[in-house]
């Protein structure tokens, strides 16, 4: 699948939960406030297991940035940003639980191929797979998908009584479900090119 933010690879799998918050009449927020709120969303979400994350580059990691999120130096998030007009779309990917090793030691593969040792204009990341764990790992408890997504069902519910969100409109929820539609109809697309 292609992301419609970021700009490097990052692997995805039973193991891996993507959350996306969009925001609309952003104009008065920078780039950096809209990261900053997604960090704190996260932080929150994890609140009562640790008090320990970080938000810097993790040199080494696949899909690297100035907001991976870190635990003792080892990344288990990266956030991504997607902006038009007013609006913004601060996407992140949590790595939750399964093999973070395998899942860097992929991307590396990856690049390994695709670069064929030749020159690029573009520099891609070395891959160290010592530099990233997964949450469960990290925080030493067992946490699955289904865990991260109550925790971000509760998190938006506290974050909601403090902010007055109007209520989608005919024509937005109509809009919704056309977009949402063409996507499953390309990620079944993707899949069956895959399996051929």
Known sequence: MIRNSGGLAVVLD?????ISLILSDMKHLSIHDCYEAMVQFIEYMLRDLTND??????????CPGDYDLSIDGKKFAGISQ?????????QIYLDVNGDSHARAQLVRGFYDVGI?????????PTVDPQVMDSLSNLLGHKLTVADMKNRAKQALAHFATELVTPPFSDREYET?????????????RIAQLRVE
């Open 14 to 18: 039973e193991g891996v939960l993507n």
């Open 53 to 62: 994350i970080k938000a810097y580059e993790i040199v080494g990691s696949y």
């Open 82 to 90: 997607r902006r038009i007009k007013d609006s913004a779309a601060i």
């Open 116 to 124: 064929k040792g030749e020159e690029t204009k573009f520099t891609y």
């Open 176 to 188: 919704f479900e056309k977009r949402y539609t063409q996507l499953l109809k390309r990620n079944e």
